[in-house]
């Protein structure tokens, strides 16, 4: 499904931070095994914007119109994304909060989601979400907060709460 290279998503400096570590970038940023089913592809991926596709074709309900849980999935990824390359690789985001107006229906085509932060903390990131249709209407509007934790257990050996 149109896989997209390292080099193309990500930029010399994302691509050097996570080198040493032995991180697969692609994987890590990715779609997942849901996104990837539903067809997501990641066209950009910054801490300052995220951008991914997904079709509409396979991803609608009874009535033939995008589902609402596709349109939430695609919001969470990208969000998800940028909150990843925000908080750099000592960190992890995990979804907290997800919120999704939806605006119009779609039955063809691919929607484009592009994915902006409204606020980047040491703990916590929140980011919009628009989805648009293939004629820039605006399809749905997101907003996801991620918890940043720490991405390896705490050095006394307990657990992160």
């Known amino acids: ?33 849901l996104g990837s ?5 990641i066209v950009e991926a910054s801490a300052e914007r995220v951008v991914a596709t997904m079709p509409v074709e396979g991803n609608t309900q009874p009535y033939g119109l995008l589902h609402g849980g596709a349109s939430a999935v695609l919001a969470e990824t990208i969000g998800s994304i940028g909150a990843m390359l ?31 932060p409204v606020h980047r903390g040491r703990s916590s990131a929140t980011y919009e979400i628009v989805i648009s249709d293939e004629q820039d209407r605006r399809v749905c509007s997101a907003r996801l907060t991620c918890a940043l934790r720490p991405a390896a257990p705490a050095a006394s050996g307990t657990a992160a709460s």
């Not at 400096?13 to 692609?26: K, M, N, P, S, T």
């Not at 089913?37 to 592809?41: L, Q, S």
């Not at 907290?96 to 039955?107: A, E, I, K, Q």
């Open 1 to 33: 499904m149109g896989e997209q290279t390292t080099s193309s998503l990500f930029s010399p400096e994302v691509i050097e931070q996570y080198a040493g570590l032995g991180v697969d970038l692609e994987a890590l940023f990715s779609a997942g095994d």
């Open 37 to 41: 089913r539903m067809g997501v592809e």
């Open 86 to 116: 925000h908080g750099g690789p000592a960190k992890i985001a995990v979804g907290v909060d997800l919120n999704c107006t939806h605006h119009r229906g779609v039955r063809t085509g691919r929607v484009t989601g592009v994915a902006t």
